[in-house]
């Protein structure tokens, strides 16, 4: 089978685009040959235009020209204007296969225009970077939630801070960055129904608040409450606010009560190590790399030491698991497009719910 032909548009968030770079990353599946700004931005575009250049790939100004020259798309542009390049997108129909980072849109408007135009393409294979659900800390607190070790969950939450670190214009304004709560709580509301297999269907209480900083006024804290299908309730926060000269770009978290215990993914402060703490025994046979150590035998309170997660293997196990997918494997498909609107219609309900009531 012939490599993919890519096009990455855009270049945000930097680190996906990195990565994408990466023959390491993206080969033999993926051949990269041509970038392309996704508006019309002077500093995406030198940047980009330069990119290309030292790399011998094809660029241009304007992605819809190259659109037609490929059979694989990566797109990495501002939020704001994603709902209307996915549906220029879906009319090229030599297109295969379609990457994209979270949030999906921005809107219930654009979603809703999203989710029917896809329907005219079947043929296209898309695969959303929800790459927490290869995140091997996640991984063994949904083995265990699934091994009974907790019972049935009746409260989760999550919190995921993050550096804000240098930024591009565009997330500084309403049109083109939805909030904090869209960009950042997706990931929270996607490995919540991943690891209890329970949807969230209802939405409570959101909030934002606008911080102001040097290159100007961000989202920079916001969440929400939910309840989950068998009357779970949930609490998701997020912010932009983890200290410039912290070790770390964000401590987030995950607590998950259930009927016969509690599971807890939590930082140790240094930010390098991260554990889980459970009150039920649970086997240890964990495979390689992990480290139990007992707190306390008599109430049966375990610390789990994670193996170092590297976000690049997240990456690469994301894409694989697509791929592997695509050539006819049996196993299910562990992000998909179904995952990414479900999260994404979620924190839109929320993000708007925030956005007016604070």
């Known amino acids: ?8 548009i855009g270049m945000d968030p930097p680190v996906h685009f990195d990565l994408m770079l990466d023959p390491e990353i993206i080969e033999p599946e993926m051949e990269l040959v041509a970038l392309a700004a996704s508006h019309d931005d002077s500093d995406e575009i030198e940047k980009l235009s330069r990119i290309a250049g030292e790399r011998g790939l094809r660029f241009s100004e304007h992605w819809q020209d190259l659109i037609d020259k490929v059979n694989a798309v990566v797109y990495l542009g501002p939020y704001g204007y994603r709902g209307d390049a996915f ?3 879906f009319s090229a129909k030599e297109l295969e296969v379609l990457i994209i980072d979270k949030p999906l849109v921005c809107t219930l408007d654009e979603l809703n225009q999203v989710e029917a135009a896809r329907i005219s393409r079947p043929d296209l294979d898309i695969l959303p970077l929800l790459t927490v659900r290869y995140d091997d800390r996640y991984e063994i607190i949904k083995r265990l939630y699934e091994t009974g070790t907790i019972g049935e969950v009746i409260k989760a ?3 995921r801070p993050h550096k804000l670190g240098k930024r591009p214009e565009w997330f500084f304004k309403k049109e083109t960055y939805p909030g904090v709560i869209q960009d950042l709580c997706v990931h929270d509301v996607d490995i919540i129904t991943y690891i209890t297999g329970q949807r969230i269907i209802a939405v409570h209480g959101a909030y934002e608040i606008i911080s102001t900083k040097e290159a100007g006024k961000i989202s920079a804290y916001g969440g929400f409450g939910a309840t989950l299908e068998n009357g779970a309730v949930v609490s998701i926060t997020a912010d932009w606010l983890t200290g410039p000269e912290a070790p770390y770009h964000g401590d987030t978290g995950l607590s998950l009560t259930g009927t016969k215990g509690k599971l807890e993914l939590i930082s140790d402060g240094s930010g390098k190590g991260l554990y889980i703490e459970t009150r039920n025994e649970f086997l240890s046979s964990l495979g390689p790399g992990w480290d139990v150590e007992v707190i306390d035998a008599t109430k049966g309170y375990f610390k789990v030491a994670c193996p170092q997660t590297d976000y690049s ?3 690469r196990r994301t894409l694989e698991d697509f791929f592997l997918f695509r050539k006819g494997s049996k196993e299910r498909l562990v992000v998909t497009m ?12 929320a993000g708007e719910i925030g956005q007016r009531d604070s």
């Not at 089978?1 to 890519?6: D, G, R």
Request: proline fraction near 3%.
């Open 313 to 315: 293997l997240d990456f």
């Open 1 to 8: 089978m012939e490599p993919l032909k890519i096009l990455i």
């Open 157 to 159: 939450e999550a919190w």
């Open 338 to 349: 179904e995952d990414l609107v479900a999260a994404t219609k979620v924190t839109v309900i």
């Open 87 to 89: 549906l220029q997108i």
